[in-house]
């Protein structure tokens, strides 16, 4: 489309980032310190944040970083089933056979976690994305999960990631007891309007091109269409590059990215 308009290696918006390769932006960097302050408490975590806010992201960005040879990280994308739907997709990322029964089910998940800590000094880390979709008595069962040796010890590091919804509904009575034993919770927000020439700036040289593209109206027309949330920015940012190159342009206006948003909107 417009690779050649621009000499771009690949292009600069559409492509996933390697962990090493992430923009780290303020809202990231903390959110990344307590990820590791809650691995290292192995107790219960909540990250919350609107659509394309980067909290998959964030997650792969944790699995990069910890030491294969002392953590384990296995990834839950999503259940809306019940509990032992739940526990097979949990049994199928730790290597264990499927079992029909729930409480089967449960014993041999929490004989593998006490196995993984106990034998071979492993630590898990249990991340169930799109958290907001569990049903009540699975997110308790996640929560009984994490109990071993009456509550006295922690084995199991468990996060819940899912959208803002996820929050509200943990505020609930029903949640009382799980609420209480999450240590560490965040709401991951978009890039500032400072960050946001910055972030362009970096996704730009990682397709190979050093030079500023958006001029100043565009980066303020951009900033307001997406609050600054990353999958929206990089979804504009992609089709204004288009707009531009058709127009045989090498600069971004505020024109191109309201084209963009024309293209992006339903």
């Not at 040879?69 to 990834?75: N, P, T």
């Not at 996640?142 to 509904?169: I, K, S």
């Not at 560490?184 to 020439?197: A, F, K, N, S, W």
Request: with cysteine.
């Amino acid at each position: 489309m417009y690779l050649a308009h621009f000499g771009f290696t690949h292009y600069p918006f559409e492509r996933a980032l390697q962990p090493d390769e992430l923009f780290a932006s303020g809202a990231a960097r903390e959110a990344s310190a307590r990820l590791h302050h809650l691995v290292e408490l192995r107790g219960i975590g909540l990250i919350t944040g609107e659509v394309g806010s980067g909290k998959t992201t964030l997650c792969r960005q944790l699995c990069a970083a910890l030491h294969p040879g002392l953590y384990r990280l296995f990834y839950v994308p999503l259940s809306t089933g019940n509990v032992l739907d739940m526990y097979k997709a949990i049994a199928w990322q730790l290597g264990l056979p499927i079992e029909r029964n729930r409480a089967a089910a449960y014993r041999l998940i929490h004989t593998e976690v006490s196995r993984l800590v106990l034998e071979t000094k492993i630590h898990p880390v249990l991340v169930v994305d799109e958290a907001q979709h569990l049903r009540n008595d699975v997110l308790e069962d996640l929560r009984l999960l994490t109990n071993y040796a009456m509550d006295a010890e922690r084995r199991l590091c468990l996060l819940l990631v899912g959208l803002p919804e996820l929050r509200r509904r943990l505020s609930m009575a029903v949640h009382e007891s799980l609420t209480q034993r999450i240590v560490v919770r965040y709401h991951l927000t978009g890039l500032t309007r400072e960050e946001l020439p910055a972030y362009l700036s970096h996704r730009l040289q990682l397709a190979g091109c050093a030079l500023p593209l958006f001029e100043p109206p565009a980066l303020e027309a951009l900033f307001h269409a997406t609050q600054g949330l990353p999958r929206k920015v990089n979804r504009a940012a992609h089709y204004a590059l288009s707009a531009a190159a058709l127009a045989k342009l090498r600069q971004i206006s505020a024109e191109h990215i309201q084209c963009a948003l024309e293209e992006v909107q339903p």
